[in-house]
């Protein structure tokens, strides 16, 4: 399985981005994804969530800004970010699960995906 994340680049505050993350390999293996990110210094964190039902989850730090949304035909999702703030510029990395390892309940948790993307760079300037 691969992913490869794309969109990422440089936005005033207040602006949008949109990243995708376009996955191959499955071979029909339901999965569940997420974006984490992580801003020099600090820690890996998880940002968003879709499980293999279409539900999400987002961390509330970009509740009502972020928006995680899935294309099954192209094997894509992708999360919308408006109204971008200074503090989100981080790596953005895409994540996937297998459903064995996927939990809604703990879908912040990082031994929940078992594949990893590059990242892509986001930088919000004031």
């Known amino acids: 399985v691969q992913l490869e994340e794309s969109g990422g680049g440089s936005a005033q505050a207040g602006g949008s981005l949109r990243l995708s993350c376009e996955s191959s390999?499955?071979?029909?293996?339901?999965?569940?994804e997420a974006w984490f990110r992580q801003a020099p210094g600090k820690q890996r964190e998880a940002v968003a969530h879709?499980?293999?039902?279409?539900?999400?989850y987002y961390t509330d730090s970009v509740k009502d800004r972020f928006t995680i949304s899935q294309d099954n035909a192209k094997n894509t999702v992708y999360l919308q970010m408006n109204s971008l703030k200074p503090e989100d510029t981080a790596m953005y990395y895409c994540?996937?699960?297998?459903?064995?390892?996927?939990?809604?309940?703990?879908?912040?948790?990082?031994?929940?995906?078992?594949?990893w993307g590059q990242g892509t760079q986001v930088t919000v300037s004031s």
């Open positions: 994540a996937a699960g297998s459903l064995f390892l996927c939990s809604s309940s703990r879908w912040w948790d990082e031994s929940g995906y078992n594949y």
């Open positions: 390999g499955y071979n029909g293996v339901r999965y569940c």
């Open positions: 879709i499980d293999s039902d279409g539900n999400t």
